[in-house]
């Protein structure tokens, strides 16, 4: 498969990321893995060390849920996860707060509060 953009043609191969940079006007392939930008299409939710702030935006679009994080510094966590996008928000919780242990989530209506666990 090619990628043409502007003039520039890139080969593709299975796991190739063609990407093309506006400032610079270059077509290049990317090394970023191939996992972050296929997942929607697998609807599976895929976090790859980014930041709690950042997911809770994401979860927020996806859920129709509010975060309020009692302390700002908690949305610098960051997390990896991997689960399908059909699971219920108290599960992906579930699995945010598996992975660290001084995390908590209060489901409260459409409010999710994320509170420090001391």
Do not use: C
């Not at 043409?4 to 093309?20: A, E, F, R, S, T």
């Not at 699971?87 to 409260?108: H, P, R």
């Amino acid at each position: 498969m090619e990628l043409k953009v502007n003039g520039q043609l890139q080969q593709l191969m299975p796991g190739n990321v063609g990407k093309y940079n506006n400032e610079s006007d270059k077509l290049y392939l990317s090394d970023d893995p191939i996992r972050d930008w296929v997942a929607w299409k697998d609807h599976v939710l895929y976090f790859d060390d980014m930041k709690l702030g950042e997911i809770a935006e994401r979860l927020k679009r996806l859920y129709d849920y509010r975060f309020i994080f009692d302390d700002p510094a908690l949305e610098e966590l960051r997390f990896t996860i991997d689960i399908e996008q059909t699971a219920a928000i108290q599960t992906v919780l579930k699995y945010l707060q598996a992975s660290v242990q001084n995390v908590d989530f209060k489901v409260i209506g459409r409010d999710i509060h994320v509170i420090e666990v001391k």
